[in-house]
């Protein structure tokens, strides 16, 4: 196995686990966030941003809507991590090329973060 | 509705989207977003966010699959989500700008094709793609599998392309991306209509990189379902951002949806016949009809 592909299968591995770590996570949190909403319930409202810290207290402290937010954002993080992973993975492999196109794609992710949360 | 019976409804509904979605071999969206609109009454925009989260989850639930199994072309896909991402962020923004009923409008045009494409199946991709042959060992026939997979042995496979095992092909399938700049056209409007009306887009995507770029089927699929969690969050970012992702549903949608996607790959099993595909294909046809008679009446169908 050359040095290219040894890297690619452990790049392969390491986006498998994020995903799949992202997805658990995010589910716990969602099912959660729903059991809590079931339990006492209130009308339904949509989310409005707020700081982070502020929903991981909130969520911490059992609050319904806190958990369903942490879990989407969780949901949302778990594309997020991937390029971030797969970036890190080229650039340590010298794939310069490969390495600039994720990074150009976690830029434009950026930008759309900043778009809708800034 | 009080909340019990939105999470139950919703819950079926993105129970229902995944089985289907599985079944049938498309993303969930064009059915969870009617669904959603006609059936549970939620605004469009709402809907398309809520579906838009909900491909985020199975995109990345299939992926994991497919990345480990080698099949999704890691490379390809991140060259191709630049241009995903642009369109999806594009799409997002062009959403806030488009009042509801014309937006149904919109996804209602997109969901005749689909239902065309659904109609005539994967026979039609294959058949389309028409490139069997012995200098294309990329998209020989199955029968000639073992020929195949020693010719992809010679397959010089470029930056871009891949190889992969697949036993039902024979052994390893090797092959070279072609004509990236036109793959990169089409990953832009899949992205655009992803952002714009919460669908993942797989259902032109994967044809178009089969045929346009050559990429084997099964590796176009894998690498469809791959890029769309990165495009899917570009725009899910920007409605979140407008307060349009409404918590109790879209957790009830995602949770449904992945326990369908589960279910679904079982029953697959046992249906997914022509006879299946089509009579979905009409249903998706009328549902189209449906959405362009609300859009037209204004609110008053």
Known sequence: ?118 | MSETTQILATLGAGLGTGVLGAVLGTGGGVFLVPLLVLALGLPMHYAVATSIVTVIATSSAVASTNVERGTANMRLGMTLEVATTVGAISGGLTAALIAPRPLEGIFALVLVPTAVLMWKGRAAESSAGGRSSASDPVNSPPADAQERARQSDSVEIGFLGAQYQDAAEGGLVAYRVERLPAALGIAFVAGNLSGLLGIGGGVFKVPALHLVSNVPMKAAAATSNFMIGVTAVASAALYYGRGQIEAVVTSSAVLGVLAGSALGSVINQYVGGRAVRRLFAVLLAAVAAQMMYRAWAGGNA
């Open chain 1, 1 to 118: 196995m050359t040095p290219t592909s040894d890297c690619s299968r452990r790049l392969e591995h390491a986006v498998h686990y994020s995903l799949l770590v992202g997805l658990v996570l995010s589910g716990l949190l969602l099912a959660g966030g729903l059991a809590a909403a079931w339990l006492s319930p209130a009308p339904a409202r949509p989310i409005q941003p707020q700081a982070l810290l502020k929903t991981v207290d909130d969520a911490l402290g059992g609050n319904a809507g806190a958990l369903m937010n942490l879990g989407i954002l969780t949901l949302m993080a778990t594309p997020i991590v991937r390029v971030i992973i797969l970036a890190c993975g080229w650039l340590t492999d010298r794939q310069w090329r490969m390495a600039a196109v994720a990074l150009a794609v976690l830029v434009l992710l950026g930008v759309s973060l900043l778009l809708g949360l800034g």
